[in-house]
């Protein structure tokens, strides 16, 4: 059974940085994405990355601000987000993905909290 673990969230005012982490285990090298859950709204994707790492996607409106990445041999994607907007505030969660569809089709971990002060 795969298993996602979230971490890396915090408080952070507007125009900091954060680093979340993903760690997978059960389950082999897979396209990986992150996506996210405001308050009140339906969860959305953000970024998805394919599982050589060649081929990244980003929603338009994080696109140049955000960064998604992994590394293999730990099992971990990451998402570096910069010039953080109150707008970037929710839930950050990972899951597996078929790059290029941005549709989730794993089960959901804990997801971490993101929340970027005015």
């Known amino acids: 059974q795969v298993q996602l673990v979230e971490s890396g969230g915090g408080l952070v005012q507007k125009g900091g940085s954060l680093r979340l982490s993903c760690t997978v285990s059960?389950?082999?090298?897979?396209?990986m994405g992150w996506f996210r859950q405001a308050p009140g709204k339906e969860r959305e994707f953000v970024a998805a990355?394919?599982?050589?790492?060649?081929?990244?996607d980003y929603t338009d409106s994080v696109k140049g601000r955000f960064t998604i990445s992994r590394d293999n041999a730990k099992n971990t994607v990451y998402l570096q987000m910069n010039s953080l907007k109150p707008e970037d505030t929710g839930v950050y969660y990972c899951?597996?993905?078929?790059?290029?569809?941005?549709?989730?089709?794993?089960?959901w971990g804990q997801g971490t909290q993101v929340t970027v002060s005015s």
């Open positions: 899951n597996l993905v078929h790059f290029g569809y941005r549709r989730a089709f794993g089960s």
């Open positions: 059960g389950r082999a090298l897979n396209d």
């Open positions: 990355i394919s599982w050589t790492g060649g081929s990244t």
